[in-house]
């Protein structure tokens, strides 16, 4: 079974400041993971996505997220906060082996906040 | 390119009415179709899932169903709302593992 925890259900930071939100998985097979942002009232929009290539996958929006298998760890982190990245964040995890619907588990999300 | 229609945008229904929101896919075939909820303040929550047309897989027994009559349509229905179906519902496609592309979400306040 696949699981995803991500610390921290609020993450407040300067606007210019590095956003560091952590997320971690757990998985029996190797994973593929993904990282969404939901803005107020809207669908969620796929940040970036690891797939078993480069650990370090850079995303839209300057985002960027490594991938650490020693860790389970798959941190979204930004050198310089905006104020249009407040919003909500999702990290989740599917099977890449998995046939037919590849469900994908999702984290309980981090509504991260940009202070002026 | 591919599109994910979902609609309407926003409803208010009493208590004990019926529901129908519908989600169309463009630009693939034989998608992978699901139905998330997300309650105020809470994270996704995994509703219903299609694989192919008539082939629904309910992941939480509750007061909705969910159908497939086309290849890319997929509908979430019930035939009497309760109080604590109100939530945003989202509606994605997916292909194989590669991610979800989510609709814009249809916000339901039941009264």
């Known amino acids: 079974a696949q699981s995803v925890t991500q610390l921290g259900s609020h993450v407040s930071v300067s606007e210019g400041a590095l956003v560091l939100l952590r997320c971690n998985y757990s998985?029996?097979?190797?994973?593929?993971l993904f990282w969404y942002v939901q803005y107020p009232n809207q669908g969620l929009q796929l940040l970036l996505k690891?797939?078993?290539?480069?650990?370090l996958v850079k995303g839209i929006n300057g985002f960027e997220a490594e991938f650490k298998k020693s860790e389970t760890s798959f941190h979204l982190t930004k050198p310089s906060a905006h104020m249009s990245d407040a919003a909500e964040y999702f990290c989740?995890?599917?099977?890449?082996?998995?046939?037919?619907?590849?469900?994908?588990?999702f984290g309980s999300g981090t509504r991260l906040s940009i202070r002026p | 390119s591919q599109t994910i229609h979902q609609w309407p945008a926003t409803l208010v229904q009493p208590v004990g009415s019926p529901l129908s929101l519908e989600c169309t896919v463009e630009?693939?075939?034989?998608?992978?179709l699901y139905w998330y909820r997300q309650a105020a303040g809470r994270g996704l929550q995994l509703l219903f899932y299609?694989?192919?047309?008539?082939?629904i897989s309910s992941e939480v027994p509750q007061n909705l169903s969910a159908s497939r009559p086309q290849d890319r349509q997929f509908i979430l229905s019930s035939k009497k709302l309760l109080l604590s179906d109100s939530g945003f519902y989202l509606c994605?496609?997916?292909?194989?593992?590669?991610?979800?592309?989510f609709g814009s979400g249809t916000r339901l306040t039941v009264v």
């Open positions: 994605a496609w997916s292909a194989q593992n590669y991610g979800y592309t």
């Open positions: 998985s029996s097979v190797p994973p593929y």
């Open positions: 690891y797939t078993s290539a480069a650990t």
């Open positions: 989740a995890v599917s099977d890449p082996s998995a046939s037919s619907a590849s469900k994908i588990i």
């Open positions: 630009g693939t075939s034989n998608p992978n």
């Open positions: 299609s694989v192919g047309i008539g082939q």
